[in-house]
């Protein structure tokens, strides 16, 4: 506790005593009451911990992309020229159908349907990509 002092204080000190006193207790209740936002507290860790998992999601989206390309040049090296070229075949003819039925669709279709194309388009790629697999596949007798 403050010893008194042992000359008596005039009023203006007395003021100024009570005013800094006053000003310490209200900093000491703001930190009692930041101290007492549960809430607010939470609030601030989940922001942090929301930074933390996107700066590591980035980076393990980089890391997993990189194993991907590496993944992608070893297979390319290891497949043969013949199933190389069986694939870039078969891609220009789903190109191709694709670019045909685009062209009925547009001709053909009615207004009602057309209004929701995309669904169709990705069903008819979706259908023309399974075709041309069957097709491979029981031309070749095996599943590639």
């Given at each position: 506790m403050n010893q008194p002092d042992k000359h008596t204080a005039g009023?203006?000190?007395?003021?100024a005593k009570v005013e800094q006193t006053r000003q310490d207790l209200?900093?000491?209740?703001?930190?009692?009451?930041a101290k007492?936002?549960?809430?607010?507290?939470?609030q601030d860790k989940a922001v942090a911990i929301k930074g933390q998992t996107a700066t590591k999601a980035a980076e393990?989206?980089?890391?997993?992309?990189a194993k991907?390309?590496?993944a992608a040049h070893v297979l390319q090296d290891k497949v043969p020229d013949q199933v190389k070229e069986k694939a870039a075949a078969a891609t220009g003819q789903v190109k191709a159908a694709a670019g045909q039925a685009t062209e009925v669709w547009q001709d053909?279709?009615?207004e009602q349907v057309r209004s929701r194309r995309t669904a169709f388009l990705a069903g008819g790629a979706t259908l023309?990509?399974?075709?041309?697999?069957?097709?491979?596949?029981?031309?070749?007798g095996s599943a590639v």
């Open positions: 009023p203006g000190e007395l003021r209200g900093e000491t209740v703001e930190a009692l009451a007492a936002d549960v809430k607010g507290r939470a393990l989206g980089g890391q997993a992309m991907a390309t590496e053909k279709a009615p023309v990509v399974a075709y041309v697999l069957v097709r491979r596949r029981r031309k070749h």
